[in-house]
C-alpha cells in the first residue's frame, strides 16, 4: 500500500521568512496530493492541492511542487505570518488519503 | 453550504455503553469517510462510503460499526469501547471517483473520551 514520508517533523520560522515542507510517497498510482493545515482543536482544512498532471500550483503565499518521477512534492510557504502556526499533513491518494506524520510549523514575531 | 457537521462535539462514555456519533453533509458528496486522530498523529482512515455503500474497511474492530442511511448522513455506532479508542473522530465528505480522486473536506470532529 501506500507509505507518505514527511520532512521535517518542527519547523520554526521568523516571521516574513520561507518555510518548506517536503514529502515522499511511494505508490506510483497515487495521482491526487492534498496539504491540510490543522490548527490546535480544529479540523483538517485543505489549504491547497495538486494533481499528477500538474508540475506547480500556486495560491497567493502557498505553493505546491511535484516531482512524480522522484516521487516527492513539497508545501512552499512565503512571507510566513504568525497565523501560518499550525500542523500540516500532506497526504497522497489513490483509492484513500494516506497521511504523512504532519509538521508542526511554528512562526515567531 | 459548504460544510460538513459532526455531533456531539464531545462524548465520555463508559466502556460498557453504546453510543453513536453522526455526521451531516449538503454539499451533494456521494463519499463519506470516518477518520480516527490521536493527539499530534494525522488522520487514520476506518471506514468509505460511495453512493451509501461501504468500499472500504481498513480492519477496524467490530466494536466500531459505521451506517449511512442516505447520502448526507454518516453515523458510527460505538460498543464496548476500550480506553485506547479515545481519540479525535472525524468525518470527511466528497465527490467519489473511480480513479479520479477529489477534494476532502472534514467535519469539525467529535472529541471521544472512554472511561
Known amino acids: 500500500g501506500e507509505n507518505v514520508e514527511q520532512h521535517p517533523s518542527t519547523l520554526s520560522v521568523q516571521e516574513g521568512d520561507s518555510a518548506v515542507i517536503k514529502c515522499t510517497y511511494s505508490?506510483?498510482?497515487?495521482?491526487?496530493f492534498p496539504w491540510y493545515k490543522q490548527e490546535l482543536g480544529k479540523r483538517p482544512q485543505l489549504i491547497i492541492d495538486?494533481?499528477?498532471?500538474?508540475g506547480e500550483k500556486k495560491d497567493q503565499r502557498i505553493a505546491v511542487t511535484l516531482n512524480k518521477t522522484a516521487k516527492h512534492f513539497s508545501l512552499h510557504i512565503t512571507e510566513t505570518q504568525p497565523e501560518d502556526s499550525a500542523v500540516y499533513f500532506c497526504a497522497a491518494s489513490g483509492t484513500a488519503l494516506i497521511f504523512g506524520k504532519g509538521t508542526t510549523l511554528s512562526v515567531s514575531s | 453550504d459548504t460544510e460538513v457537521t459532526q455531533t456531539p462535539k464531545h462524548l465520555v462514555m463508559g466502556m460498557t455503553n453504546k453510543k453513536s456519533l453522526k455526521c451531516e453533509q449538503h454539499?451533494?458528496?456521494?463519499?463519506m469517510y470516518w477518520y480516527k486522530q490521536k493527539a499530534k498523529k494525522p488522520p487514520e482512515l476506518m471506514f468509505v462510503?460511495?453512493?451509501?455503500?461501504?468500499?472500504i474497511n481498513e480492519s477496524v474492530p467490530s466494536r466500531f460499526s459505521p451506517e449511512c442511511p442516505n447520502s448526507s448522513l454518516l453515523n458510527l455506532h460505538l460498543h464496548a469501547l476500550q480506553p485506547e479508542d479515545s481519540a479525535l473522530y472525524l468525518c470527511a465528505s466528497s465527490q467519489p471517483g473511480t480513479g479520479i480522486p477529489y477534494e476532502q473536506y472534514f467535519g469539525p470532529g467529535t472529541r471521544l473520551t472512554v472511561t
Open positions: 505508490d506510483s498510482a497515487s495521482n491526487y
Open positions: 495538486i494533481r499528477s498532471n500538474v
Open positions: 462510503y460511495s453512493y451509501e455503500k461501504l468500499s
Open positions: 454539499m451533494g458528496h456521494r463519499a
